[in-house]
């Protein structure tokens, strides 16, 4: 019997999956904005063992982003409004992309922009990058006036953008959505038509939190983006949506905490699944995830974790 070598422990089970030309070791990555740029976790767990790591979003100019408060916990998940504070591309790619480089992982770099053509310009400077594996398209940030969310919030805007993008480059595009619209499948149809890779979702969803005592909101900005368990029967329906009616692979987002969790992802039809808020929990989850995978696999005699995928019985 074929024993895949896969970091943590030998394994009888194949994790990988395929996307277009893109190979991960196994569908657990961290989801971006929950994770920085890796160094902080890389002191808590050996980031080998990811499937991918997505990079907080980078935009052309460095961003302070929005005034705190900027976060805070509500029932079962939390609300950011963090305003894509991250450090402009260029110290980015001198500073930031070396040291993701030393792990034997993929690297996904999140793409953000208050126009388009800032979209195109932080672009073509990864263009010229080292060690980039795929772009992950941020056309769902919930919490700035310019750009985000509004790119992806109607077919139309969300076709241009993604082409307009597919032209200037090479890299395989991974395009995440929002789930603030009328209707996610006609979205995802439109960036699939516009030659994605693949498709991830789900961004967070508007919300707010007040604090009656006071009368104020908790976030400066008044509303911000839900994320946590909270969503996860949200993203978990968008998932199975969206899945039943484009081609190219989804990547669930939404609420993963554990085993279960991904495995109810990947049932509903996503390839590959993203972890999130539950970083700031225990920033283990997705290494307890991708061991949990194997068990689950091996227990099951499923020789490979795709086989999996879209399996939902109804
Ligand atoms: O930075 C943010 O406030 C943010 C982004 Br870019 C995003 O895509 N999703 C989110 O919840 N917050």
């Not at 609300?79 to 480089?101: T, W, Y």
């Not at 200037?168 to 994605?196: F, R």
């Not at 484009?246 to 969790?261: C, E, L, R, S, Y």
Request: aromatic share 6%; with cysteine.
């Amino acid at each position: 019997m074929v024993r895949y070598s896969m970091p943590g422990r030998w394994s009888l089970t194949d994790l990988s999956v395929r996307v277009g030309k893109t190979t991960f070791k196994n569908p657990v990555l961290v989801a971006s904005g929950t994770f920085g740029y890796g160094e902080e976790y890389s002191e808590l767990f050996d980031l080998n063992q990811l499937g991918g790591i997505v990079t907080k979003s980078i935009t052309l100019n460095p961003r302070e982003g929005n005034p705190p408060p900027r976060t805070c916990e509500t029932p079962s998940g939390m609300l950011n409004s963090i305003g894509l504070a991250n450090v402009g591309v260029d110290r980015f790619i001198q500073e930031k992309i070396p040291f993701l480089n030393k792990f034997n992982t993929n690297i996904i770099i999140n793409v953000a922009g208050s126009t388009p053509e800032e979209y195109l310009r932080v672009v073509e400077k990864l263009n010229h990058a080292q060690g980039i594996d795929m772009l992950e398209i941020n056309i769902s940030c919930p919490n700035v006036k310019e750009g985000g969310m509004a790119f992806g919030s109607d077919p139309e805007s969300a076709h241009r953008c993604t082409s307009s993008i597919r032209k200037v480059t090479n890299y395989p595009l991974m395009v995440k959505l929002t789930p603030n619209v009328k209707d996610i499948v006609e979205i995802a149809q439109a960036v699939e038509d516009s030659g994605a890779d693949c498709i991830s979702l789900i961004n967070t969803l508007v919300g707010m939190a007040i604090d009656f005592r006071i009368k104020k909101p908790l976030l400066k900005t008044v509303t911000g983006g839900l994320s946590g368990p909270a969503i996860k029967p949200v993203a978990l329906a968008m998932v199975w949506k969206v899945s039943q009616k484009v081609k190219i692979p989804v990547v669930g987002i939404g609420g993963i905490t554990n085993t279960q969790d991904a495995l109810e992802f990947l049932l509903a039809g996503a390839s590959l699944i993203q972890v999130g808020t539950s970083n700031f929990v225990d920033p283990q989850t997705s290494v307890r995830i991708i061991e949990g995978l194997k068990d689950y696999c091996e227990k099951n005699e499923i020789k490979r974790v795709m086989e999996i995928v879209g399996k939902l019985e109804n």
